[in-house]
């Protein structure tokens, strides 16, 4: 994904409706809702008149690096009352603001009404801490929280400070330099008037899979795999290990090409575009909603039928055992299932190590793989399981099921490279 989808853009109020920026804010005319969020702000028993609002996606990263939590794009009106209408469906970060107290709270909007009844503002908390190495060197260079328009740097002795945060369970990231790749990323509870902290170690990640939730998750999925990690406030594992690679986020044909990317279908569906085998990068298409290009393939399946986008990473197979976890953005319809595969079409013991059903929908999903999110084979009698694969993966595919689309971003391999 570009960086640019981390520039900041403020959403614009215009004839009472709300313009749509390229990071999922809300919309105004033209969008598929006409609903909204409702809710009155109190400061203590005081009416938050005019208190500044600001609706970012539960996943937005900012690019603005004067350290201001909230940028205002809207203020409650004299009674204070909060009025967010015409919002498109998802997850997101509603932050209010006055007097230096704060609210914020991810939501999960469906499309209805959703009132919030009375909101009250609190004091601040803040997050410090470290990302230092054992030689005493940072590892990261920005930290911030997904949905806050907040991002400081970290000193050179990996030391760093988060000022005047809303008090709620924040999820926090840590940037490299250049601020177009994540190095960890944390949940913590911040409460008011009180310091928690981050420090990082280089530790091996837990799995990121859990049960979804009905908020606070980190994308608009009812996957299982959707990412969410979890850490306490005292130290927090890397799902990378500091060794990582983006394997694919279809900016460059070059490197598209030398992937050799495929997508095929079984006997049970049918590929409705690309149809052309010899030009998958027609279906490389530019994205407003995540500023980048991204893979879209659509298709037309019976019941038990698939289509698989997918490339051969090495003929002799690579030895995955220390993978961390992959990551890649996806949305569409019906399912998808990853798969890291050994397999050259021949052989009578391909073996193949995939994940359950991931329902994906309309809008833009992170997923976080790992090797515990594959199924067992007593679990999935089509499923060899990781271990059989992880010395010689030959193949990565993502498998569409029971959909008519499948898009894909940002491919990304965490504990290794090859």
């Known amino acids: 994904m570009k960086k640019s989808w981390w520039v900041l853009?403020?959403?614009?109020?215009?004839?009472?409706?709300?313009?749509?920026?390229?990071?999922?804010?809300?919309?105004?005319?033209?969008?598929?809702?006409?609903?909204?969020?409702?809710?009155?702000?109190?400061?203590?028993?005081?009416?938050?008149?005019?208190?500044?609002?600001?609706?970012?996606?539960?996943?937005?990263?900012?690019?603005?690096?004067?350290?201001?939590?909230?940028?205002?794009?809207?203020?409650?009106?004299?009674?204070?009352?909060?009025?967010?209408?015409?919002?498109?469906?998802?997850?997101?970060?509603?932050?209010?603001?006055?007097?230096?107290?704060?609210?914020?709270?991810?939501?999960?909007?469906?499309?209805?009404?959703?009132?919030?009844?009375?909101?009250?503002?609190?004091?601040?908390?803040?997050?410090?801490?470290?990302f230092a190495d054992e030689n005493g060197l940072a590892k990261a260079a920005w930290v911030g929280v997904y949905g806050l328009d907040i991002l400081v740097r970290v000193a050179s002795n990996g030391d760093f400070v988060l000022p005047t945060l809303p008090s709620d369970e924040l999820k926090l990231f840590a940037l490299t330099a250049s601020r177009d790749s994540i190095v960890a990323d944390t949940n913590l509870i911040v409460q008011e008037k009180s310091t928690t902290s981050w420090i990082h170690v280089s530790s091996k990640a837990s799995s990121s899979s859990s049960a979804e939730e009905s908020s606070n998750s980190e994308a608009s999925s009812s996957s299982s795999i959707s990412e969410e990690e979890s850490s306490s406030s005292e130290e927090s594992s890397s799902s990378q290990e500091y060794a990582w690679m983006l394997f694919e986020n279809f900016e460059d044909s070059t490197s598209f090409a030398s992937h050799n990317w495929y997508f095929s279908a079984d006997t049970n569906a049918q590929i409705n575009y690309p149809t052309n085998s010899s030009n998958y990068w027609s279906a490389i298409v530019s994205n407003s909603e995540l500023n980048?290009?991204?893979?879209?393939?659509?298709?037309?399946?019976?019941?038990?039928?698939?289509?698989?986008?997918?490339?051969?990473?090495?003929?002799?197979?690579?030895?995955?055992?220390?993978?961390?976890?992959?990551?890649?953005?996806?949305?569409?319809?019906?399912?998808?299932?990853?798969?890291?595969?050994?397999?050259?079409?021949?052989?009578?013991?391909?073996?193949?190590?995939?994940?359950?059903?991931?329902?994906?929908?309309?809008?833009?999903?992170?997923?976080?793989?790992?090797?515990?999110?594959?199924?067992?084979?007593?679990?999935?009698?089509?499923?060899?399981?990781?271990?059989?694969?992880?010395?010689t993966v030959t193949r990565f595919h993502f498998f569409g099921l029971d959909g008519q689309e499948i898009s894909l971003d940002d491919i990304t391999v965490y504990g290794l490279t090859f």
């Open 9 to 130: 853009t403020t959403l614009i109020a215009s004839l009472g409706l709300w313009s749509c920026d390229g990071n999922g804010h809300a919309k105004g005319p033209g969008s598929e809702t006409t609903n909204g969020i409702f809710a009155s702000v109190f400061s203590g028993e005081t009416v938050a008149s005019y208190a500044s609002i600001c609706l970012h996606s539960a996943d937005y990263i900012s690019d603005d690096t004067s350290g201001t939590v909230l940028i205002p794009s809207k203020v409650t009106d004299s009674s204070g009352n909060l009025i967010l209408e015409n919002l498109e469906e998802g997850k997101y970060r509603l932050t209010v603001s006055l007097d230096g107290k704060y609210f914020s709270k991810e939501i999960s909007y469906t499309g209805d009404d959703l009132n919030l009844g009375k909101i009250y503002l609190d004091a601040p908390g803040s997050v410090s801490g470290s």
């Open 292 to 391: 980048s290009h991204v893979f879209s393939g659509y298709y037309t399946s019976s019941i038990g039928g698939y289509v698989i986008f997918g490339t051969q990473l090495s003929s002799e197979g690579i030895d995955m055992s220390a993978l961390d976890s992959v990551t890649f953005y996806a949305k569409g319809s019906g399912s998808i299932r990853f798969a890291l595969e050994r397999w050259d079409g021949s052989s009578t013991d391909n073996l193949k190590a995939w994940t359950e059903d991931l329902p994906i929908s309309s809008t833009w999903t992170r997923f976080c793989v790992t090797p515990e999110d594959f199924q067992l084979p007593e679990n999935d009698s089509l499923s060899t399981g990781w271990e059989s694969v992880k010395k």
